[in-house]
Structure formats: C-alpha cells, structure tokens
Nanobody, 123 residues
Framework: QVQLVESGGGLVQAGGSLRLSCAAS????????MGWFRQAPGKEREFVAS????????NYADSVKGRFTISRDNAKNTVYLQMNSLKPEDTAVYYC????????????????WGQGTQVTVSS
C-alpha cells in the first residue's frame, strides 16, 4: 500500500510559478513510477507528467511541455511538479498517482491516488 499526500497548491497570477509536492508513505516508494494528473471543473481528469522509479525517464502532456518539470527524491519519498509560466487554463485540482507497473500516461494505469491540491491561476 502507498499513501500519497499532495501539497503546494494555491492562488498565483498568470506567468507565476508553483511547486507541488507529493509525499508518499511506504518503504517501496522508490520502486513505483509516479504521475501527476489534473482535473478542471466540468472536465475529465487528464495526464500532466510522469516519471520512472529511477527518474531517468519522464513524459509530459503537450500542453505543459517546456513549462512544467517532474522530479523525484527517493530518499525523501517525494515527487515534485515544478510549474512555471502558469496560465489560467492550468487551473485545476492536481493529483499525484503511483503505479507498480511501467511509466504510463493512462489514468487507469495507476494504482494509488492522493486527495489532490487546488491550483488557481488568475489572469
């Protein structure tokens, strides 16, 4: 079992930055691939970024490529999402997720989910 707790969300102006953190419980964190997803009001949950257990491979949604960076610190059982040049359309609840399988962009490829953290970008 893995428990995930996100933090770092908030209100920021367009063009600003935020760093989200996702703290994981469990000694096997370093064996899980991790992902970030987001869900805006009235929309489906969508993929944002993912990272392999080693951190050597990452994937990004086209909408965030070049602006967001996913990283992890296995010693701290934490995965991060650095978000720069934020836009109003980035407003959503952001969720981190873990999978014991291979890195994936598919929502249903993840086994464990956090409760989410709200990110609001004002124009």
């Amino acid at each position: 079992q893995v428990q995930l707790v996100e933090s770092g969300g908030g209100l920021v102006q367009a063009g600003g930055s935020l760093r989200l953190s996702c703290a994981a419980s469990g000694r096997t964190f370093s064996t899980y691939a991790m992902g970030w997803f987001r869900q805006a009001p009235g929309k489906e949950r969508e993929f944002v970024a993912s990272i392999t257990w080693s951190g050597r491979r990452t994937n990004y949604a086209d909408s965030v490529k070049g602006r967001f960076t996913i990283s992890r610190d296995n010693a701290k059982n934490t995965v991060y999402l650095q978000m720069n040049s934020l836009k109003p359309e980035d407003t959503a609840v952001y969720y981190c997720a873990a999978t014991a399988r291979d890195i994936t962009t598919r929502l249903y490829g993840y086994d464990y989910w956090g409760q989410g953290t709200q990110v609001t970008v004002s124009s």
